[in-house]
């Protein structure tokens, strides 16, 4: 299947150019051509193609490789070994730490590569991982384990580490640029985090926090107002420091449910702000569905998820992602986004999610520098993802019968004839 035709993929409206024909109010068909495991070219499909290299998907959703841009694989798959996990996120810090006592570099190894081994059968080719790190002067176990498996997964995903730190260890200026310092110098795919919650508010650190990442010229990846609190103050101040120190690099923030609890006016000025800085936001359904307004034997009264809707009509930057899988905060997931964005469909009334939505699964540019990039450009590696038993109506309802291929190989031999 070196060079080949793959016939009739239904391609999502975000992905085509705006030239490209339609059938009636959809998309037209494609034909995708691969030549060398690589993207030759795109067209709308021709009525008969011939020859053996052929290979019909009768109107098939296709999409390009997923990124799941927020993820704890040091964390994974630690729920079986715990107990009774109080409700709600604070709850779930405290028996993750308690869990800490039982970390190795075997133990975070071997949790690490089964989460990696799911994402890939899923077709992940890019995973950003989260990495607990408490004390400002010793690095955690797992930091080096997840160097080591991004070297050992080279070339099948490709994963960058972020450090998870408490807001509280940069209220110290010094403090906060050697941890930088240590980011910068722990090799390529590092990332300067943060965890930014009005139960620590302080708006010194943060600062601290965001200098230090623009003095060592490192990527900032922040867990922001993960909570209900109308009066979290993280994105705001974030969105502000960051245009007015003239950042140079890429800001993620994930979470921000508290914006959905704002008053409407102040929310979108959060919003407004936002747009004007180079920050991309994360949403993460599943795990802040669960968490989010959870109390023991009383049904949530609001949904954890930031105002997406609102966020797309201004043009920033919008992924959905797996989060938490099978730890004390999230006991399900599958390092499948699509998981994930099945239960934003619902939860935030997302409609047309194959044509409008699904590239908050595929912008790897939305995590980088200079964002604008769309995939499958004539060139790119032929890593797509063909949903057999779906539609795009439908979708993404029984997205779970896939073939993924890379470099135009289907991963499990004889998937794709």
Request: contains cysteine; negative net charge.
């Amino acid at each position: 299947m070196q060079d080949h035709l793959l016939h009739q993929a239904r391609l999502p409206q975000w992905l085509l150019p705006a030239t490209w024909p339609r059938q009636g109010a959809h998309p037209a068909l494609a034909d995708i051509h691969i030549t060398q495991g690589r993207i030759a070219r795109i067209e709308p499909s021709q009525p008969t193609p011939t020859g053996d290299a052929v290979r019909h998907l009768h109107g098939a959703p296709v999409l390009p490789g997923l990124v799941d841009a927020h993820t704890h694989l040091d964390k994974t798959f630690t729920l079986p070994r715990m107990g009774a996990v109080r409700p709600g996120l604070l709850g779930a810090i405290e028996a993750m730490m308690a869990d800490r006592a039982q970390w190795t570099p075997a133990d975070v190894h071997a949790r690490a590569a089964k989460a990696l081994q799911w994402a890939y059968e899923a077709g992940v080719t890019r995973l950003r991982t989260h990495c607990d790190w408490w004390e400002p002067e010793a690095e955690p176990v797992a930091w080096q384990v997840l160097r080591e498996l991004a070297e050992e997964w080279r070339g099948r995903i490709a994963i960058e580490r972020v450090t998870l730190v408490p807001l509280s260890l940069h209220a110290d200026a010094a403090t906060a640029d050697a941890l930088a310092r240590r980011v910068a110098a722990s090799g390529a795919g590092a990332v300067m985090g943060g965890f930014v919650h009005s139960h620590h508010w302080d708006p010194q650190a943060l600062a601290h926090l965001l200098d230090a990442a623009a003095r060592h010229d490192l990527d900032l990846d922040l867990h922001v107002d993960e909570e209900l609190h109308p009066g979290a103050q993280g994105l705001a101040a974030i969105a502000r420091h960051l245009k007015a120190s003239g950042y140079a690099g890429r800001a993620v923030c994930g979470h921000t449910c508290a914006l959905a609890a704002k008053p409407e006016a102040e929310a979108l000025a959060v919003l407004d702000a936002v747009a004007q800085a180079p920050i991309t936001l994360v949403t993460l359904p599943l795990t802040n569905l669960l968490l989010q307004d959870a109390v023991t034997g009383r049904s949530p009264r609001q949904r954890g998820l930031t105002l997406v809707k609102e966020a797309r009509a201004r043009g920033i930057p919008l992924l959905v992602a797996s989060d938490n899988v099978q730890d004390p905060f999230c006991p399900v997931g599958s390092y499948d986004p699509l998981e994930s964005l099945a239960a934003g469909v619902l939860a935030a009334q997302l409609d047309q999610p194959f044509d409008r939505w699904t590239d908050a699964l595929c912008r790897a540019d939305w995590l980088t520098r200079t964002p604008g990039r769309l995939p499958l450009q004539p060139g790119d590696a032929a890593d797509l993802l063909i949903f057999t038993a779906a539609d795009a109506w439908g979708f993404p309802s029984r997205s779970q019968p896939r073939t993924v291929l890379r470099a135009g190989r289907p991963i499990t031999e004889g998937v794709l004839s």
